[in-house]
């Protein structure tokens, strides 16, 4: 069974930044990809940022320019450095990872950032 810790989230002010991490239970270049999801209180889960074992990186229109996906093979870790937060940031950040060859897609606890005005 894989897991993903997410850690890293908490109360910022607007402007500030916060640094998520995602720790796997496997080698995160097994995965065909990892993300970061959020999902705000009242509304549906939103793709953030995606990076592909290649490194390539794609990014929601609401996060371009602030936010930054990375990933450290060796730490088995996906990062999600967040700069610029704003109060519409305020969600619970949840880390996935894909399996090759299928439709499966591992999800997070989720790790909760408030940004206040």
């Known amino acids: 069974q894989v897991q993903l810790v997410e850690s890293g989230g908490g109360s910022v002010q607007a402007g500030g930044s916060l640094r998520l991490s995602c720790v796997a239970s496997r080698r995160i270049n097994t995965f065909n990809g990892m993300a970061w999801y959020r999902q705000a209180s009242g509304s549906q889960r939103e793709f953030v940022a995606s990076i592909s074992n290649g490194g390539t990186t794609n990014y929601a229109d609401s996060v371009k320019g602030r936010f930054t996906i990375s990933r450290d093979n060796a730490k088995n870790t996906v990062y999600l450095q967040m700069n610029s937060l704003k109060p519409e940031d305020t969600a619970v950040y949840y880390c996935?990872?894909?399996?090759?060859?299928?439709?499966?897609?591992?999800w997070g606890q989720g790790t909760l950032v408030t940004v206040s005005s």
């Open positions: 996935t990872a894909d399996e090759y060859f299928s439709n499966l897609r591992h």
